[in-house]
């Protein structure tokens, strides 16, 4: 006050006749503003609501508010210090697994980092509880009702329930949702214990303010997680640059035209590619989807199909599923699935695929790693089909591609079908890392062609 | 134990009242002392002074005018105020003031400026009307404010400082 001007001293003078509302007083603490934070965050860690992220925002903002709690009560006593530290311990595991759910390893973390979490939040309650009892002891005060070691007993509950009924449905809700109401009680508890002798509580001095660490540790959260989910959302295709009329394949190239294999079609197809149809002698083209184009509207308008049958020899076909994106879409960026479905009776062979693009005038190919996926159809089963993941390069133009296989037909059939499926990778399933969905149900980013070709029987 | 039960049992007994009181509510008593007075020799005898005050002032304490702790934190507060200003004037060897007498117009002046201050400062957001009156009313230093805020000292600074231009544009400066 000594090195107050007059103005303040008139300020404080003058409050003499206006003390501070019931309210004010009520809030002018040391403990208040921290007890607040630990018992709110407590609160929300405890529990775990599923959707809209709910699951990763409560836990981080409750992990946040018992740091802060903690922090300002570090110097009270050595429990309040030991809290201090495990909040610290939390908040910084929570930003790793947070993290690593962005990340392709995401389905095997949660069992494991749920053991110390769990530990570290009965560590939390019984340092809190410890920390209250030494802060009262300190003014010859006794706690009457024991709240945080009793909130300590129904997190117990609720752990146990979730490890040894963790199939809960209704039935479970109702106990559940009792001793969440119980941790609640017993936090509230801590407040009115508190009104009697928490004044004697010490607040210990902060360099960085709740709002700027906040601001900073959800930023910094947010951004880590939206860079690591693209990043483990991107696949880097190696490539190299795109050759045209090459001399190899010139006469090949010549003669599928003239059978009628289109021209831009032919460009996207690599010159090993071209060598497998020397003995080409009929060609089927279906443009636009073939038959039938089905998929969600997004899908359908994002990607186009056209499908090539070049039959080399009576029995056996190579077929080629074309497609392409209309527009250069965001999402192709992303992980993007191709899945062949050729005829069941079909003998399957030489499954190839290609990517290209171009980027700054130049045109790139991209092999496309085919790999075996089960598939669940809802009319045939289960089996299994060839399907390639892939990504297109950021910034990349004209965007297409080709998946191929080698049909043979042991039967004297003259029908065959094919079906090329694309599904492009829902925002659901960046964050936390998903696999990519093949129910059309739950994503509207899905597209499929559909053909069917007629055998002509003389070489 | 509620205010009732507390002014039960100093009507029953005042000696077993008072130390009940006294129990209960000590801490708050030195929180709000020792946010004026930082010296804690001076906060003990400033907190046995209000101990004597509430013995004789106990019976005028009105239940229905606000709560016994909210009461408590004015007797203590003004009583440390008092002992600060006490201090001071030592130091500087000053002679005691007379109390202050006022005109009815000066009186009227006074109350006029107490309503407009109190209208500002009902105006002021939250966080800001708590740094005012931990600052002017429990005249609590910076660094207290800061840690019992959770907030860095340089902030409750800079609120400080946007506070005090508000209310001296609002109220006129040093003439309040």
């Known amino acids: ?459 | 134990m509620t205010d009732t039960e507390f002014l039960e049992r100093f009507a029953q007994s005042r000696s077993r009242g008072i130390e009940d009181l006294l129990r209960q509510y000590s801490p708050l008593l030195r929180y709000v002392i020792g946010g004026v007075l930082r010296d804690p020799q001076d906060a003990e005898d400033c907190f046995s002074e209000v101990s004597l005050a509430l013995w004789q002032k106990l019976d005028s304490f009105d239940p229905e005018k606000g709560s016994l702790s909210a009461w408590l934190t004015a007797i203590a507060r003004n009583a440390a105020l008092n002992h600060l200003k006490a201090r001071l004037r030592r130091e500087k060897r000053q002679p005691e003031e007379p109390p202050e007498v006022l005109t009815p117009e000066q009186e009227v002046l006074r109350w006029e400026r107490a309503e407009q201050l109190r209208d500002t400062v009902a105006k002021l957001p939250d966080l800001d009307r708590k740094i005012f009156y931990r600052r002017y009313y429990y005249l609590q230093p910076v660094s207290q404010i800061a840690a019992e805020l959770g907030l860095s000292q340089r902030a409750v600074e800079g609120r400080l400082y946007r506070l005090r231009n508000r209310l001296r544009q609002e109220l006129g400066g040093d003439d309040t």
């Open chain 1, 1 to 459: 006050m000594t090195q107050w001007d007059d103005f303040d001293c008139t300020l404080a003078t003058a409050l003499s006749e206006l003390p501070p509302s019931e309210e004010t007083v009520r809030d002018v603490t040391p403990w208040r503003t921290a007890m607040d934070q630990i018992i709110l965050g407590l609160c929300l860690t405890c529990f775990t609501l599923n959707g809209w992220y709910l699951q990763y925002i409560l836990p981080a903002v409750g992990s946040l508010l018992i740091y802060f709690g903690f922090r300002t009560l570090r110097q009270s006593n050595c429990w309040f210090r030991r809290a201090w530290y495990i909040s610290t311990c939390k908040v910084i595991l929570l930003y790793i697994s947070m993290v690593l759910d962005a990340t392709p390893f995401a389905d095997a973390i949660p069992i494991g980092w749920m053991v110390p979490s769990i530990a570290m939040t009965f560590a939390l309650f019984l340092c809190f509880h410890l920390g209250l009892t030494q802060a009262a002891r300190e003014v010859d005060q006794t706690p009457q009702r024991r709240p945080a070691l009793w909130a300590t007993v129904w997190y117990a509950v609720l752990v146990l329930m979730a490890l040894f009924v963790p199939d809960i449905r209704w039935l479970g809700v109702i106990p559940s949702l009792v001793a969440f109401v119980c941790i609640i009680r017993s936090m509230l508890y801590v407040k009115e214990e508190l009104e009697n002798w928490g004044y004697a509580v010490r607040a210990a001095p902060v360099k960085i303010g709740c709002g700027w660490f906040s601001a900073l540790y959800l930023a910094s959260l947010l951004l880590a997680v939206l860079l690591t989910a693209a990043a483990s959302n991107h696949i880097a295709m190696p490539s190299c640059e795109q050759v045209f009329d090459s001399s190899e394949t010139a006469a090949i190239q010549v003669k599928l035209q003239g059978l009628g294999f289109p021209e831009d079609l032919l460009d996207r197809l690599p010159d090993e590619e071209l060598l497998r149809l020397e003995d080409a002698y009929y060609c089927s083209v279906h443009r636009d989807g073939g038959e039938a184009e089905a998929g969600s509207k997004k899908g359908v308008k994002a990607i186009r199909f056209d499908t090539v049958y070049v039959q080399t020899a009576p029995h056996t076909i190579r077929v080629y599923e074309f497609f392409n994106f209309q527009e250069d879409i965001l999402r192709s960026n992303f992980r993007t699935m191709t899945m062949l479905e050729p005829t069941r009776s079909a003998q399957v062979s030489d499954i190839t695929g290609g990517l290209t693009w171009t980027m700054n005038g130049t045109a790139y190919r991209s092999q496309l790693p085919i790999s075996r996926q089960a598939y669940e159809s809802m009319f045939f089963g289960s089996s299994t089909l060839s399907s390639a993941i892939f990504s297109y390069p950021f910034f990349s133009e004209d965007r297409a591609g080709y998946m191929a296989y080698t049909s043979y037909e042991e039967d004297d059939v003259n029908l065959t079908c094919s079906v090329l499926r694309a599904y492009l990778t829902t925002y659901r399933n960046f964050y936390p890392y998903g696999k990519l969905t093949t129910d059309t149900f739950q994503t509207d980013w899905y597209a499929q062609s559909y053909s069917t070709f007629v055998f002509f029987r003389e070489s």
